[in-house]
């Protein structure tokens, strides 16, 4: 069963092992600070809401998804079965996005994914499970189990900020792939979720001090 990072002592204690295990990462953390938990609602909605923020930027994300709970307060299952296109695009839903979470609604209501099974399993199933579905890529199911969940060692190695903060905080030539910043995150198991935390503060730390005027 996998550990969850759903309160903030869960998150402390955490960090603590993870920082015991890979002194490495402790210069990054001493930049970074304490990560936020940032958790999200989980369920349908939390990962609509992963969905909608896919590829546009923050302000756009904020704005659609004000529109879609305005329309949708509860946004669940039904409400996307139930709505047709015209509806839903006018919230500002693209048609990919539609049809992704038109396959996600219809794949609960098969019966073929089950949100409340996701946080007592492994996080690999959890991750097969939400990937099986199409329009769910590894970067959203990553996030779904991180945020949504808490999955400890959820790891979205796609992710352009993760990969960028290795590249500074290891001083790597070039920014790592995807396939190599996995290779890389082994040693932070079971905690990789932790470190994907970790990375994101000290990437936004060293954003903010490149951003300062000499």
């Not at 546009?56 to 004000?66: L, N």
């Not at 796609?158 to 996995?182: C, I």
């Not at 932790?194 to 503060?201: D, E, G, P, Q, S």
Request: hydrophobic letters at 45%; one cysteine or more; charged letters at 20%.
């Amino acid at each position: 069963m996998s550990v969850l990072i759903d309160h903030e002592e869960a998150l402390d204690h955490a960090l603590a092992a993870l920082l015991q295990a890979n002194p490495a990462l402790q210069p990054l953390y001493e930049i970074g600070g304490r990560p936020p938990l940032r958790k999200r609602a989980p369920g349908f909605k939390g990962l609509a809401a992963l969905i909608v923020s896919q590829q546009v930027s923050t302000a756009s994300a904020a704005a659609i998804w004000k529109r879609v709970e305005t329309r949708f307060p509860a946004l669940d299952v039904a409400d996307v079965l139930d709505s047709d296109e015209a509806t839903l695009q006018a919230c500002g839903l693209s048609r990919p996005k539609i049809r992704t979470l038109r396959a996600i609604a219809e794949t609960v209501e098969a019966g073929q994914l089950d949100f409340g099974q996701l946080a007592g399993g492994s996080v690999e199933d959890a991750f097969q499970a939400l990937v099986s579905v199409k329009g769910i890529g590894p970067w959203t199911a990553d996030l779904y189990l991180l945020f949504c969940l808490g999955h400890a060692d959820a790891f979205p190695a796609g992710d352009l900020a993760l990969q960028e903060a290795a590249r500074m905080g290891f001083g790597l030539s070039e920014r790592p792939t995807a396939q190599a910043l996995t290779g890389l995150a082994e040693a932070w198991r079971p905690w990789r979720g932790v470190a994907a935390k970790l990375l994101w503060a000290y990437y936004g730390a060293m954003k903010r001090r490149i951003g300062e005027p000499s």
